[in-house]
């Protein structure tokens, strides 16, 4: 089963790093996991933000966000917009139904 990320939202903050007081390195990004084989792709329910300073190239993890950032983070939150997490069928999964419908249909009629 293949594994796909989908980047949903990045935003650039001006809040201060944690790390290196740096007002203009931190983005977050928001991103979601989608599952796929021959048959359906089906994303799922979690959403995984990551807050990123280009500054000190460093992953700031939600331990060391100051209020502030929470705020922020919240706000950004709001803003995305998931995929769908139900799940797609593919153009095989539709042949394979339909050629199960058609093997019950003669099966019905060659019994009766």
């Known amino acids: ?4 990320t989908h980047l949903l939202h990045t935003s650039k903050v ?4 944690p790390e290196c007081y740096s007002t203009e390195g931190l983005e977050f990004s ?9 048959l359906y792709s089906k994303a ?5 933000e990551v807050l990123y300073c280009h500054s000190c190239e460093q992953q700031i993890f ?14 950004h ?3 995305v917009q998931p995929k769908g997490t139900g799940m797609k069928l593919k153009p095989l ?3 394979i139904i339909l ?6 249909a003669a099966l019905i009629y060659f019994l009766k």
């Open 1 to 4: 089963m293949e594994t796909k």
């Open 77 to 79: 939150r709001k803003l």
């Open 99 to 104: 050629l199960d419908a058609v093997a019950i």
């Open 14 to 17: 001006n809040n201060n790093c």
């Open 44 to 48: 799922s329910k979690d959403i995984k």
């Open 62 to 75: 939600p331990v060391k966000w100051t209020d502030d950032i929470e705020r922020v983070y919240e706000y």
């Open 30 to 38: 928001f991103s979601q996991e989608e599952k796929e084989n021959k």
């Open 93 to 95: 999964a539709y042949i």
